[in-house]
């Protein structure tokens, strides 16, 4: 059973550009959560998607936003890039109304913001 | 506002040794869990504990539950090399029928020889 996916694994951006991070949840879960992950503050949740619906939000700048497909694959989007986005961007898949809630985590992208 | 903190941060032990990280959190919760990543990796999921006085053990480590307290512990029994790695207890916080898990801040494991 394939685990989530993210792509791309690496990326530097410079400030002011934008970017969209892709991932690909395991077969049949529905719901995404989206973390940053960064020395400093640690893992801070962004955003909840489930049946194309973003459930929860992050106390995060509208620069950052999200969408989640039919396929339940889920994008996220960073615009006007800042060097304090640096980060590492997790995705996490989990069964909604599934009794343990347990999230499953791809590998991350890790983006460079120079 | 949903807190979860961990204690301590940072942990240097000997193998053999054994010590336990404690996870505190600030409402009532439903759900706890604990994961682990190790340096440029991703989270694994280690526990998931659901009810007050819920225990669970897999190999050196078990986890443990007081929904009470609002307390969580990771015990490491005779630490090994490889236990060495950063480990989150996580709490979910339902809201209505929605719910997202909030993390601590992590505590970084080393097992020395």
């Known amino acids: 059973k394939a685990g989530v996916t993210q792509t791309p694994r690496y990326l530097i951006k410079t400030r002011g550009q934008q970017v969209t991070l892709s991932c690909s949840p395991i077969s049949g879960h529905r719901s995404v959560s989206w973390y940053q992950q960064t020395p400093g503050q640690g893992l801070q949740f962004l955003f909840e998607y489930f049946s194309e619906t973003q459930r929860n939000k992050g106390n995060f700048p509208g620069r950052f936003s999200g969408r989640q497909f039919s396929n339940s694959r889920s994008e996220m989007n960073v615009s006007t890039l800042e060097l304090g986005d640096s980060a590492l961007y997790l995705c996490?898949?989990?069964?909604?109304?599934?009794?343990?809630?347990?999230?499953?985590f791809g590998e991350g992208s890790r983006l460079t913001v120079l | 506002e949903l807190k979860v903190e961990q204690n301590p941060l940072f942990l240097s032990m000997q193998e053999g040794k054994n010590y336990t990280i404690y996870c505190n959190y600030s409402t009532t919760s439903d759900r706890l869990y604990w994961y682990r990543q190790d340096p440029g990796k991703s989270l694994e999921s280690l526990f998931v504990l659901l009810s007050n006085g819920a225990v669970k053990q897999e190999g050196r480590l078990m986890a443990s539950l007081d929904t009470k307290a609002r307390l969580s512990t990771l015990h490491i029994t005779a630490a090994v090399h490889d236990l060495s790695a950063t480990y989150f207890c996580?709490?979910?916080?339902?809201?209505?029928?929605?719910?997202?898990?909030?993390f601590g801040p992590g505590t970084s494991l080393s097992v020395i020889p």
């Open positions: 996490a898949s989990s069964l909604p109304g599934a009794n343990t809630g347990e999230l499953f």
């Open positions: 996580a709490v979910d916080r339902a809201e209505t029928s929605y719910d997202k898990v909030i």
